[in-house]
Each structure stands twice: as structure tokens, then as C-alpha cells.
């Protein structure tokens, strides 16, 4: 075994690998960029080394200099972690070369199954059935047009290299075929520096379910059964479970041994993981499957792997990695139990899931016990940067069964509280709470189906958020003083009345509160609520609403709140009079950059005329692209702009001009 290794990445993956090193009594050695130089993979590390600037390329994508500093720090072996150099055939080479250990497969394997192109050619000659569609040469337009005709729409344009959904898009028509392979591309040369796609069958009703296997260096595979991956957006996945619900144990053993037989085939080394695309039209039982490609590497989900095996992944890794054989044979691999993870995002959902940047001045959650883990690369206090993915954790539960699963998912969330950002908590315990995800009635649709739902409030803010919000804002000024003191209207034999305005998405809140002796009337549109305090400790309140209890949670930064009840969070801002900027940003015509990030396709250009949700500018930001659309029709005025160009957060972009008002 080794005595001490590096670890080529950052955030929660890098934290994961050194619980396993450190019980392991392995010594690590991390790398950081110049963002990450307080980051708690820096601090968990025995060794850390500055590996260069914020950007990606400038840091964690210097081979070379990894290198060196493995070389220097006397690691004896690398782990990639995912993402960034993990399926870098050229980077596990130089390892090679370097002589030291790379803990991943052979650089050949990964440059084999890297291009998705090479991958199915691969598949189909091990007799694993791939996908229909067009993996050839020839990528002009016009050739990949005709091909698009022939496997018919909808289809799935998708980048022979990489994954994380990048690259990819799905066409519903002929008319949509060109602009969205422009994109597919465009995405493809600044994700993986190739443009290259295949063409795919696009399979309307479909699970997407992969398989974790395992090689050694002397031929042995095993698989560690299969995970389902289904529910996801933008073809990244939200919400992972294992094993795979309603699979028939025939189905479970047809699945798993052609994964098996998969990484056998291309003499595979260490975890893998084969995925597939389940078309479930006519239902699961039965089902074809078709291989859709394989990961070389750890994947973001295998914790719930880990749940129903018992088996500790990453240990495995470096045991394969260090020459020793598998540790169980298939037969003595159990499956207990099952297992969730959901990923905890700075995102906002209620705004098209835009990314959040900022700090966190609160992240709170239950304690870790047999039932509930979390992974981290973040902890409070700490910042969530635009220039890496916007993940904060993972969420992880097992149970005996999944309704005892489910159970303690919705547990978990509610018990979590996220401040400083905005996140995707509440999206994420609207699907736990979705009939149908509960009955297992989903595919890889449900998210986009189920849109609304999942995001959308009813038009009025519940009240016990705003009273939670009201009386965590006028405790500290009411518990152990004099109300003689007060300067706001209290009279002798009168009782004190304060009024309190919160703003939320541009609504405004008047909420009037009444002193009483044994608690407080709260007025909210036109309706009073008898309310008690039972209990403030810290953040946390219980109260009385007319009789019926609530719990929650408020964290108040200046005069923003975030409160958190029974699944749900609200953002407030207590409004005050005279105190607030003006918002110039919101004026009509005016288009500014929602965050930091770099303009890479401009659609129009000076004076020309555009109509309301017309695409403008594609942003890139935080490994993502977002489109800007015009938000009224007129002229366009813009403001010195270039493609490649940085801009930074709140940057005005462009004015349009409205026609009928102008000169």
C-alpha cells in the first residue's frame, strides 16, 4: 500500500478521499489554486501546495506541475478525484511515464472509452447493445443534417468526449437541428478542447441506470450493482439511488453481468462505471437496455454504492491501484438496504436554476449516524466561487427499504438549513414529497415534466414564514428590556404596535404586530393570527399560530432572512423607508449580467432590431452557458462588447431602445 498520495482535485471529492487515506494511515498531499488557498480540502490535507491561479486551466489542469509536486512531496501515487484530469488519458500517461501511480485505468482505456464515438464501436464488438445512431467521420453540417433525417427526430446531439451533460443537446425538429449543433459544439471545444458529436436516437420514455464495477490488474471483474440516475436536469444528475427500484432480480443479473463483460473486454483497471439508457415505453419489466457509455473513473454517486454494499470505494481503489487483487468475488458482494443522494446546489430555482456565488454565513445539518452522511467541500464561512461547479454537498441516506429511505431524505433536508446563497433545498424535498417519485413512477423526464411543481410557490407566501421572520426580527429587541425605552408609539395603557415590511421577489409584506401579555397579535393581509413564542434558542423558534405549532428556523445576515419550515425556505429583506438603493438595474431595456463570467456568442449587434425573448448573449459562468434574452422589443444599444470578453456581476450589457419612445 502506499505511504502517501496526491490528490489531483479539490472540494467535496478530494475531503472524501482523505477520510479513506487517513483511516488508512496514508499521508495526502493536496493542491490548491489561488481561490481554494483556505479551502477545507487545503486544511484537511497533511501537505498543500499553491498550484497556481483561479481558473481551472491555470491550476488543477496543469499536468505537468501536478506532477512535479507528486515528485516533490515524495507521493508515490495520484488520485484524479473526478472531473478535471480524471479521464485525461495524456495526464494518467505522464504518470506513467513519471513513474508514479496513476489510480484509474490504463491511459489506452480511457482514451478508448473517452470518445463516445470509439466507445460504442468498442461496446458492439463485446456484444453489449448500444444506442442506434451516427458515430462516423464526417462532421459537416449538411452530412450530420442528413443523418439527423434518417435516425429521425427527437434525437440527442452529444460530444464524443467528456460527460456532465456538456456538449449535449436534445433536437425535437429538423428546424432546431443546425443552432443546436452550433451549441452542442461551441460547448464541446471550451469543455474538452473537442467539438466532435455523435447522433443518437433520442428514447422518449427512459431510466438511465449504470452499473459500478470493479477490475484488477490480473483480469478479475466484478460488479457492485447498479445505481439509478434518472432524475436529472440538463442532463446532470439531481437525485441518484440504489439499487435501481422495480428491477427484477433476472433483470439486475442481465444488467450487471453485461456491465461485467463490458470491462472485461477492454481489459479495464480499478472503478468504472458502464452506463445505460433503459427504454421503459412499454415498462421496466423486460426492458432493453442499450449501453450509452462508461465513466473511467469514481463517480459524484457512488456513496450510495458504498450505503448498500458496505464496501468502501475509494479503498478499493487504492488497494487495485497498488497491485492487489479484488477483495470479494461477485457471489460474496450483498446488497442491504437502500440508499439517496441528492446534490445540495447554490442555485436558485425559482430563477431558471441560476447559480449562486457568495458566502456562506450559515450551513447547518443533522449529525452523521448510520442513517444520514454528507459530503463537503465547504463549511460555513467559507466561499462558493464562480470559477468552479456550484455544488455545496451531498446529501446521503440509507434505510432498509426505500420507503424508509424516503423517510429519512425528507428528514434530512428539512433539518438542513443553507444561508448566504440560495440553493435548491426546497426543489429537492418537492420531489421527495412527489407522489409519484414515491410510488417509483418516474424516468428521465420527471424533472421536466414535473417543472412547476417542483419550483413554483402558490401566489401567497405562507404566513408562518413571515411570522417566523417578523418575531426572529423583533426578539433582540424585546426580550429582557423595557418597553419605556421604546421611541415607536407605546402609550400607557395601550398596547405597543409595530409594523415590519418585507419585500420577497419584488412583493411587499406588511406584517402589524401587537404586544400582548401572553404573546402577540400578528396582522398579515387584513388577517390577525394569535401567535405565542414557545421557544427561541439560537436560530431556531417554535410558536403558536392560533392554536397550532410550527417550527423553523431564521438566519439573518443585515436585514436579509432566510427561514426555513417544514421543507420549505423563503428569502426575505426587511424594507425600510429611506434606507434602500435605488434598483437601476431593473429598469426596462436594461440587460446586465446576472454574475462574473465571459460572454462567448454575441447574436446581435449595434442598432439593431430585436422582439421581446429573443436570445442576445450566451454567458459562461460557472461551467455552464446561459442564454440572455431581450426583455422587450426595440432598438439595441450596446455597450462596447466582444465575444471572449470577461464581464463582471451586475455589468450593464446593452440598453434596447423602445421604438416608439425614441427621439
Not at 443546436?180 to 478542447?193: C, D, M, P, Y
Not at 449562486?356 to 463537503?376: A, K
Not at 409595530?498 to 388577517?527: R, S
Not at 462596447?640 to 421604438?659: A, R, T
Request: aromatic share 8%; net charge negative; with cysteine.
Amino acid at each position: 500500500m502506499f505511504d502517501k498520495i496526491l490528490i489531483a482535485n479539490r472540494g467535496e471529492i478530494a475531503c472524501r478521499i482523505m477520510k479513506t487515506a487517513r483511516k488508512k494511515g496514508i499521508k495526502t498531499v493536496a493542491i490548491y489554486s489561488s481561490a481554494d488557498a483556505s479551502a477545507r480540502h487545503v486544511r484537511m490535507a497533511d501537505e498543500a501546495y499553491e498550484i497556481g491561479g483561479a481558473e481551472a486551466k491555470d491550476s488543477y489542469l496543469k499536468a505537468d506541475d501536478i506532477i512535479k509536486i507528486a515528485e516533490k512531496s515524495g507521493a508515490a501515487a495520484i488520485h484524479p478525484g473526478y472531473g478535471f484530469l480524471s479521464e485525461n488519458e495524456h495526464f494518467a500517461k505522464a504518470c506513467e511515464e513519471a513513474d508514479v501511480r496513476f489510480i484509474g485505468p490504463t491511459a489506452n482505456v480511457i482514451r478508448l472509452m473517452g470518445l463516445k464515438d470509439k466507445a460504442k464501436i468498442a461496446m458492439e464488438e463485446a456484444g453489449v447493445p448500444v444506442v442506434p445512431g451516427y458515430d462516423g467521420e464526417d462532421q459537416s453540417e449538411e452530412y450530420l443534417k442528413e443523418q439527423a433525417g434518417d435516425i429521425g427526430y427527437p434525437l440527442l446531439i452529444k460530444a464524443v468526449a467528456g460527460g456532465g451533460g456538456k456538449g449535449m443537446r436534445l433536437v425535437e425538429n429538423e428546424a432546431d437541428f443546425l443552432s443546436a449543433l452550433a451549441g452542442a459544439k461551441r460547448e464541446a471545444q471550451a469543455s474538452f478542447g473537442n467539438d466532435r458529436v455523435l447522433l443518437e436516437k433520442f428514447i422518449r420514455k427512459a431510466r438511465h441506470i449504470e452499473v459500478q464495477v470493479f477490475a484488477d490488474m490480473v483480469g478479475n471483474v466484478v460488479y457492485l450493482h447498479e445505481r439509478d440516475c434518472s432524475l436529472q436536469r440538463r442532463h446532470q444528475k439531481v437525485v441518484e439511488e440504489a439499487p435501481a427500484p422495480d428491477l427484477s432480480d433476472d433483470m439486475r443479473f442481465e444488467i450487471g453481468e453485461t456491465a461485467a463483460r463490458a470491462a472485461k473486454a477492454i481489459k479495464y483497471r480499478g472503478a468504472g462505471t458502464i452506463e445505460f439508457i433503459v427504454d421503459v415505453e412499454n415498462g421496466l419489466k423486460d426492458a432493453p437496455f442499450y449501453f450509452m457509455e462508461m465513466n473511467t473513473r469514481l463517480q459524484v454517486e457512488h456513496p450510495v454504492t458504498e450505503l448498500i454494499t458496505g464496501i468502501d470505494l475509494v479503498e478499493w481503489q487504492l488497494r487495485i491501484a497498488a497491485g492487489e487483487r479484488l477483495p470479494l468475488a461477485q457471489k460474496n458482494i450483498a446488497l442491504n438496504g437502500h440508499a439517496f443522494e441528492v446534490r445540495l446546489y447554490a442555485e436558485d430555482p425559482s430563477n431558471g436554476f441560476l447559480p449562486q456565488i457568495g458566502t456562506l454565513h450559515h450551513f447547518s445539518y443533522p449529525p452523521e449516524d448510520i442513517n444520514f452522511r454528507l459530503d463537503t467541500g465547504i463549511e460555513e464561512g467559507d466561499e462558493v466561487s464562480i470559477y468552479y461547479d456550484p455544488m455545496v454537498a451531498k446529501l446521503i441516506v440509507w434505510g432498509n427499504n426505500r420507503g424508509e429511505a424516503l423517510r429519512h431524505m425528507r428528514r434530512v433536508i428539512k433539518s438542513t438549513a443553507i444561508a448566504g446563497v440560495k440553493s435548491n433545498l426546497e426543489f429537492l424535498y418537492n420531489i421527495f414529497s412527489h407522489k409519484l417519485f414515491n410510488v417509483a413512477d418516474f424516468d428521465t423526464g420527471f424533472i421536466d415534466k414535473h417543472i412547476r411543481a417542483l419550483t413554483s410557490r402558490s401566489a401567497r407566501t405562507p404566513i408562518h414564514m413571515l411570522v417566523l421572520a417578523s418575531l426572529s426580527e423583533l426578539m433582540p429587541h424585546t426580550v429582557g428590556k423595557d418597553v419605556w425605552d421604546w421611541s415607536d408609539g407605546w402609550q400607557l395603557n395601550h398596547n405597543l404596535k409595530v409594523q415590519l415590511t418585507f419585500t420577497e421577489n419584488g412583493t411587499m409584506h406588511d406584517v402589524w404586530i401587537t404586544y400582548l401579555k401572553d404573546g402577540f397579535d400578528i396582522e398579515i393581509e387584513n388577517v390577525v393570527y394569535h401567535v405565542k413564542l414557545l421557544e427561541k434558542t439560537a436560530n431556531d423558534l417554535s410558536v403558536l399560530i392560533n392554536g397550532e405549532k410550527i417550527s423553523g428556523k431564521v438566519i439573518k445576515e443585515d436585514e436579509d432572512f432566510t427561514t426555513f419550515c417544514d421543507g420549505k425556505v423563503s428569502y426575505f429583506h426587511h424594507f425600510i423607508p429611506g434606507a434602500e438603493k435605488d434598483d437601476h438595474d431593473s429598469l426596462s431595456g436594461t440587460v446586465v449580467t446576472p454574475m462574473p463570467g465571459k460572454l462567448s456568442k454575441i447574436y446581435i449587434k449595434q442598432g439593431e432590431v430585436v422582439s421581446e425573448g429573443q436570445p442576445l448573449l450566451v454567458l459562461e459562468a460557472m461551467k455552464m452557458e446561459h442564454t440572455l434574452k431581450a426583455p422587450c422589443e426595440g432598438r439595441i444599444e450596446l455597450n462596447s462588447l466582444k465575444e471572449e470578453m470577461q464581464v463582471s456581476d451586475g455589468q450593464v450589457l446593452l440598453k434596447i431602445v423602445n421604438e416608439d419612445s425614441d427621439g
